[in-house]
């Protein structure tokens, strides 16, 4: 039997899991889009493309990310300000010394889908420059052998 969700029953139903991601010297493209798959909730069984069924993705070390090729000299973020000659472009190295979120970020989001649950995903992305993060009460109350590492 298939169970239908309606809205009146999509809160009670939806279980959200707890992932803790460590991006050490991992690859961006391969990791944001294990990162987007669980923020949409495709690993779920009751998955449905109009319900925001997905988990907290908890990224530490978004510091130690690595590209392949020439992208970290090559890959460019821009920003535009609206004015004339307002727009501002920054390369891969600059970036993550300066915020390392962004790029993180700017990956995950791009592989989202382009809809109204998109913000409500990206409100369960934590992503932190470093190993240490105030989460670490999620994954302590579980089995440490049972702690989702990707």
């Not at 495709?42 to 069924?53: G, H, P, Q, V």
């Not at 090559?74 to 920054?90: D, T």
């Amino acid at each position: 039997m298939i169970k239908k969700f309606t809205s009146a029953t999509k809160a009670k139903e939806i279980k959200r899991e707890w992932h803790l991601i460590d991006l050490k010297d991992q690859i961006l493209g391969r990791t944001a889009t294990t990162i987007a798959s669980l923020l949409i909730g495709k690993t779920k069984s009751y998955f449905a493309t109009n319900l925001d069924c997905g988990d907290h993705i908890v990224v530490i070390n978004a510091r130690l990310v690595k590209v392949t090729g020439k992208k970290s000299s090559q890959k460019i973020y821009m920003s535009y300000s609206g004015y004339p000659g307002g727009e501002k472009r920054k390369t891969f190295e600059n970036v993550l010394k300066e915020d390392p979120k962004r790029i993180i970020f700017q990956a995950v989001s791009g592989m989202l889908p382009k809809n109204k649950l998109r913000d409500s995903m990206l409100k369960r992305l934590y992503i932190f420059a470093d190993d240490s993060h105030p989460y670490q009460d999620k994954f302590e109350a579980r089995n440490p052998k049972s702690e989702k590492q990707i």
